[in-house]
């Protein structure tokens, strides 16, 4: 060995060039070994990279390194999710093209990403804003057109004033836009719309097969989908009290057993009955505009005070002909779900009972919880939402709820009016289509024409890509592209008469909907997948990414493998068979006096525990250590993966990354942490130098025989391999660091403890380099530079990123040693460590000898001692 310490920075740039020379993780797609297809969520190109992509990207290289060395032909690819908002935003700040921003910063992190020495195939690499990878989402979006996958549609979008763009809900926080912080209005916009809905069952029942997805995820999903079981119900109105003698009201609810307690309908400003009494009645449509502003997320409905407005409409009440009920236009009724009307029943419905105790409407509770008297039941604050018995309702009394929704379903369905039923059940998803309609410029041109005589045209499949111009201004908030001079100019493809392009581009949750599938043939220019490339990777073996794309991400992406099923692209439902989400990276904060933030590198911290303290490096000033929070750059608590890298390497980064906390838990970084990882990669340096001394005499072939301490070596390094494998197939990082360290300390130790003349005998020379061998291809995924730099040091050829994974002696697990717990009169006192084929007088002996027993019984003899074989000794005083 040349130099005992390890000097992280030159070997890792040495093997970083090797690889990339030897191009070992260009991956085949002609090859006969099993696939195996690892992928984490690809990264916005924002500028740097950060240390959650540190983390989440060691995890999955953890897991490709050791899937090739298992034997699998493995793909690992990268890309960027380069489209979005914050390049125009640069632009706009900064004065430069959101392209030469994006490729920029893609040329950065693409460094930052190799110097962490990532086995990746970039020969892959796809970047979204490539028209070469945009022109395929355009194909798509006509073939899915065709299909009857995307429709256009007039629809209530949320609108953000100041950016002048379409938000999604998602994107509305507390009525707010989530960039600009404007106040969010409720606009009436013609959009294009991914059809998810006409799979809103499908992906709902194949949830369940989904079984190597975190159960929060899949829950997540399926609250999302929001399946709920109904009826429809046709109330009559009276013709009198309606503008244009409607007749009749449809309302969606699931709560039918509630319908004695009905105290009025309700229906959304946006109702065509609401419409047509607004046009005669100005008070309504006031207040209609009013009820607009509020955006049209879910959480700003709720939030938002429930108000409503009298419409002097009454309708009646499907069992009872003589009791009517006012119609309301309510605010916090939604036109898209259900049929945009309701009944309320405020004594099982929080926010029926607030609005009717505002308008002095009343409740009559019909649902009486289990053990309450039904005559002390009532309701003022607080509806009640439980199970009971049936009360005040006629023929449904005393039933409990559920049969008294089937009466209610089965009675109004027999019931016909106009020849139809009274009423209908109904499945309802909360699911709405997808809107991917965005006012921008740095997204995927939607290829369509407009055009005054033919309507809306593709763009001919021949013109594909439809191209982003360069040349683009942003002096102005607003859509750019709607701007441009001459671009949206073309002539109509059908009639040839002048026409308009589609000037909106797609929502960029469209381009990572689908990337997966082009990692496995980047280079087919004809088409989006290659069919049988696509056929033989996917669908992606193990996903690894943030638990915040748990439910949009995951479900466009899940949308999209069945629309491309359905367009010919791929042959998958399901496009990730796993999924890991992992743990974020927290660190301490660090608040001075006058309340602003300092970074890690400004402060100094001396003493432990309670006594630690922090000062500022520049000042003195003392500096209040705050508490443990997700790295963010307005707490300033980051620290910057290339400062860590240089300082270091990469293997101790990663190393820490896995090993202080479970990979789905968050990991809190620390300098101490850093630095623990760091004299453990000096330790296995040194442990690998001293054992490759004493490997260099090994014999080529095993010896017959083992001597004790060799074959205690042998035992250690098996022990650890069948574990280690274990838990990696399981993604348990952190304990299969835990057992590498466990394996580096028994090996140290049998080094230490070497007897005589070990070194010159074949069979422990045999056991150390065998064991060294096998520890080094344990922490290879992990630390794949000092695993080739003590690789070589053992003197292989070759390199450890191409090694097999080694095979398990089964026959060197069994433990030959049995601890047994002992008890003295039922009390544990001890436990005994006996040979595992010692017999009841060895074992009683060896039990009466311990120091424990013998306290316990007081220098008396036993009365008696009772061995369970396998399982316990009780001794009785
Ligand atoms: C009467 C009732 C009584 C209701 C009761 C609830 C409790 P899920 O289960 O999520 O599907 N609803 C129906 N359409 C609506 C719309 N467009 N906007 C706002 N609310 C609407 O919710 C179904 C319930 O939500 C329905 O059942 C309806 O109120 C309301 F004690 O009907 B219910
Ligand atoms: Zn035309």
Redesign the pocket.
């Known amino acids: 060995m040349s130099t005992d310490r390890y000097n992280a920075r030159e070997a890792e740039a040495h093997w970083q060039k090797t690889w990339d020379e030897r191009g070992i993780f260009a991956t085949p797609n002609a090859d006969s070994r099993p696939k195996y297809y690892v992928l984490e969520m690809f990264p916005y190109p924002s500028g740097r990279i950060h240390m959650g992509h540190v983390r989440n990207y060691t995890m999955g290289d953890v897991v490709a390194r050791y899937k090739r060395a298992a034997g699998f032909n493995v793909l690992h690819p990268m890309g960027w999710d380069a489209f979005g908002m914050p390049a125009e935003n640069a632009a706009m700040a900064n004065k430069v093209h959101p392209k030469t921003w994006t490729y920029a910063n893609i040329a950065t992190m693409k460094k930052q990403l190799q110097t962490m020495g990532l086995s990746l195939d970039w020969k892959r690499e796809v970047a979204t804003c490539d028209p070469s990878y945009y022109k395929h989402q355009q194909k798509m979006f006509l073939d899915f057109l065709k299909a009857g996958l995307v429709e256009r549609k007039q629809s209530k979008v949320n609108w953000d004033p100041v950016d002048m763009t379409v938000l999604a809900n998602e994107q509305v926080i507390d009525g707010r836009g989530w960039r600009s912080g404007a106040l969010v209005e409720q606009r009436d916009l013609t959009q294009w719309f991914f059809k998810i809905t006409k799979y809103s069952e499908d992906l709902l029942k194949a949830i369940e097969t989904l079984d190597r997805w975190p159960e929060k995820v899949r829950l997540m999903q399926k609250n999302w989908i ?1 399946r ?1 079981e ?1 009826l429809l119900v046709r109330f009559v109105l009276d013709a009198k009290t309606t503008p244009n003698g409607e007749d009749e009201l449809e ?6 057993d ?1 319908l004695f ?2 105290k009025f309908l309700a229906i ?1 400003p946006d109702h065509p009955l609401a419409r047509a009494m607004a046009a005669k009645n100005p008070a309504l449509a006031d207040f209609i505009a009013q009820a607009k502003k509020v955006g049209t997320a879910q959480e700003a409905i709720d939030k938002a005070e429930k108000l409503g407005f009298d419409t002097g409409i009454r309708a009646v009440h499907p069992f009872d002909a003589t009791w009517t009920l006012p119609v309301y236009v309510a605010n ?14 405020p ?3 929080q ?2 009972l607030d609005f009717v105790n505002k308008y002095g409407l009343g409740n009559t509770p019909v649902v009486c919880p289990p053990d309450v008297d039904p005559k002390d039941f009532v309701i003022t604050d607080t ?1 009640y ?1 439980g199970d009971g018995r049936m009360i005040n309702s006629r023929f449904l009394d005393g039933m409990t709820f559920g049969e008294a929704q089937e009466e209610v379903a089965k009675r109004l369905e027999s019931q016909t009016r106009g020849n139809r039923p009274v009423a209908q059940r109904q499945v ?1 998803y ?1 699911l709405r289509d997808w809107g991917i309609s965005r006012q921008r410029y740095w997204g995927c041109p939607i290829p369509i024409i407009h055009c005054e005589k033919c309507g809306v045209v593709p763009a001919p499949e021949k013109d594909l890509p439809v191209v982003l111009p360069d040349d683009i201004e942003f002096d102005r908030p607003g859509n750019p592209l709607d701007r441009h001079p001459t671009w949206k100019h073309v002539a109509c493809p059908q009639c040839g008469s002048p026409a308009r392009r589609e000037t909106d581009t797609m929502d960029t949750f469209v381009d990572s909907s689908w990337y997966y599938t082009r990692f496995t043939d980047p280079w087919i220019e004809t088409a989006p997948t290659d069919r049988p490339m696509a056929d033989k990777w996917l669908p992606v073996d193990q996903y690894i990414g943030g638990i915040e794309h748990a439910i949009l991400h995951l479900l466009y992406s899940r949308f999209f493998t069945r629309a491309m099923k359905a367009t010919g692209h791929v042959g998958i439902d399901e496009p990730f068979a796993g999924l890991f989400t992992q743990g974020m990276v927290v660190h301490e904060t660090y608040r001075k006096d006058n309340g602003t933030w300092a970074a890690p590198t400004e402060i100094k911290i001396e003493g432990t525990g309670e006594a630690r303290c922090a000062t500022l490096i520049a000042t003195g000033e003392p500096i209040e250590i705050g508490p443990i929070e997700k790295m963010s750059k307005s707490k300033r608590n980051t620290v910057d993966p290339d400062d860590i890298i240089a300082a270091y390497g990469a293997d101790t980064a990663r190393w820490f990354m896995l090993s202080d906390s479970p990979p789905e838990r968050d990991v809190n970084w620390t300098e101490q942490g850093v630095q623990g990882a760091w004299r453990f990669v000096q330790r296995l340096w040194r442990l690998i130098g001293e054992a490759a001394e004493i490997a260099k005499t090994a014999p080529a072939a095993a010896p017959a025989n083992f001597g004790d301490d060799a074959l205690a070596i042998r035992k250690a390094a098996h022990r650890a391999l069948a574990r280690v494998t274990g838990e990696i197939e399981k993604l348990h990082f952190n304990v299969c660091v835990a057992h590498i360290y466990e394996f580096a300390n028994a090996l140290q130790a049998a080094l230490t403890e070497a007897k005589g003349g070990a070194a010159s005998r074949p069979d422990f020379t045999h056991a150390v380099k065998e064991a060294a061998d096998i520890l080094v291809v344990l922490f290879h995924p992990m630390m794949p530079h000092l695993a080739e730099e003590c690789w070589a040091a053992l003197g292989h050829g070759g390199l450890v990123a191409e090694a097999p994974w080694p095979v398990v002696e089964a026959d060197l697990l069994v433990e030959d040693t049995i601890a047994l717990p002992v008890q003295v009169n039922g009390k544990k006192r001890a436990d005994v460590v006996v040979p595992r084929s010692a017999g009841k007088d060895e074992i009683e002996a060896a039990v009466l000898a311990l120091d424990a027993v013998k306290r316990a019984l007081d220098g008396k003899p036993p009365k008696k001692v009772i061995v369970v074989p396998q399982r316990i000794v009780n001794v009785v005083a």
């Open positions: 929001g709920s109904g309302i969606f609810t699931t709560r039918h509630t307690g009905a959304a916090f009724i939604l036109m898209e779900y259900g049929t945009g009307a309701i009944f309320g029943c004594a099982h419905d926010r029926d509806a939402d309802n909360r």
